[in-house]
């Protein structure tokens, strides 16, 4: 974010080894998954794409700027992840002060090509650091939200599209080439931009971009249809109990190129060098008449350099975004009727029925140890906090020594008393992993149990490898309204040579 100078470029783009293979869409009737709900964002996911952008910084002199190799390689990761999503990608090259930029722009298949929503955040760092909080944290935010799109197959009414810029910090170069070169008439599809930088500062605000200069900050509203934008990350924010501020289109990130082309824009802002104050510091937490982010531009801007809260906000209010804006769903998020993040033991009780066959690995709650074999299987970092539902959650002496054996094992939620109106959605998070011996026969499966008992969700296994990577699921399970009900998680091993892990995380109940 911001400005500085630099260097020569790399050469051609390598392919970049995903992080892990996209999830499967879920299947199960008759449950129905509701693709226009807003799923959960893991921060985990996010902060492993932070983890990999500091990796790159530190293999490569320290910073990822324009020009220099680190740059090209961040665009090879993220470009590595969304080509094994399914998306359709192009690297956009462009000269600025002696050296190659480039830009990565990322489509999504389906929607109307006339009525594009475009998000996007720049890529790059100043040569001082490695640039995690600006911009790995908005960079690693919408890319999490893509594959979400992703793993979910989300349907779309409008086009979506997403893009990493090059050379921000040398004034917007990268954002600024690309819609200049797009012609008039292309320019005309994108009907709005939303922009991510600095979405994690360690001091952190909340901030939305002021559309209709509503909160009187700055220079004035941006281009109609930018507050439409605005009361939209506003009411992502509103549900979940968290105050925000408007901050001015000031020209400093890379909607600067989008507003000046009548594109609307939005998007959210953590903070930058400017300071607290104690007003803020009562609203938000943090610390007043210190800077929002210390390090910004400076070599400490690492990935201890993160609000994980911040950061985990704001991804989710880009999900809520993305689902609300290219679904054409104007359905806010809803009062929580019923959740559990399973920090504390809540009363979920294993092999309710006494019917399990499961040898080893049956679900716990548990604080989970990681385990691999040439894929992530068992993961050791849940979705929030430190515990989670868990096929054994163990390590053991090998990657099979507390995976699923010998059949079905089960865990069951206390009662649930649902409200007898409303549109109810079930949410969690969930994985499932297994090795290239599994088959068919094996799954994980979720079930609604009241006075009749719904398979809402199943994730079938297959004979290949499939490394474990937490994905969202929302349920419609409207039809147990007024009702008193469980929730049953199964996980299966067939009874063959399987290797199986499963886990699921952040279970709630939603009333819209």
Known sequence: MKTSRLLTAAAALVAAVPLAAAASPASGAPGKILLAAAPNISVTNVKAHLSQLQSIATANGGNRAHGRPGYLASVNYVKGQLDAAGYTTVVQSFTYNGATGYNLIADWPGGDPNDVL?????????????????????????????????????????????????????????????????????????????????????????????????????????????????????????????????????????????????????????????????????????????????????????????????????????????????????????????SDTFETATGWTANPSGTDTATSGTFERGDPAATSSGVALQLGTTVSGSYDLVTGAAAGSSAGANDVDGGLTSIRSPAITLPSAGTLTLRFSWYLAHLNNATSADFLRVRVVGATTTTVFTQAAAASDRAGAWASASVDISSYAGQSVRILVEANDSGTASLVEAGVDDVSIVRS
Not at 150 to 174: D, M, N, P, S, V
Not at 225 to 248: C, H, K, N, W
Not at 304 to 325: C, F, G, M, S
């Open 118 to 338: 475009m998000l996007g955040s720049h890529l790059d760092s100043v040569t001082a650091g490695p640039g995690i909080n600006d911009n790995g944290s908005g960079s690693s935010a919408i890319l999490e939200v893509a594959l979400e799109v992703a793993r979910q197959q989300l349907t779309t009414t409008k086009h979506l599209r997403f893009g990493w810029w090059g050379a921000e910090e040398l004034g917007l170069r990268g954002s600024a080439y690309y819609v200049n070169n797009l012609g008039a008439t292309e320019r005309s599809k994108i009907k709005a931009y939303l922009n991510f930088d600095m979405v994690g500062s360690p001091n952190p605000g909340y901030f939305i971009y002021d559309g209709d200069n509503s909160d009187g900050v700055g220079s004035g509203p941006g281009p109609a249809g930018s507050a439409a934008l605005e009361r939209v990350l506003q009411d992502y924010f509103v549900s979940i109990g968290v105050p925000t501020e408007g901050t001015d289109f000031d020209g400093r990130s890379d909607y600067g190129p989008f507003i000046n082309a009548g594109i609307p824009a939005g998007g959210t802002f953590t903070g930058a060098e400017g300071r607290k104050t104690a007003a803020q510091a009562s609203k938000w937490g943090g610390a007043s008449g210190t800077a929002f982010d210390r390090c910004y531009h400076s070599s400490c801007d690492t990935t201890a350099n993160i609000d994980d809260t911040a950061l985990d906000r704001n991804a989710d209010a880009i999900a809520y975004a993305v689902w609300t804006l290219a679904t054409g769903t104007t359905t806010p998020p809803g009062t929580t009727v019923w």
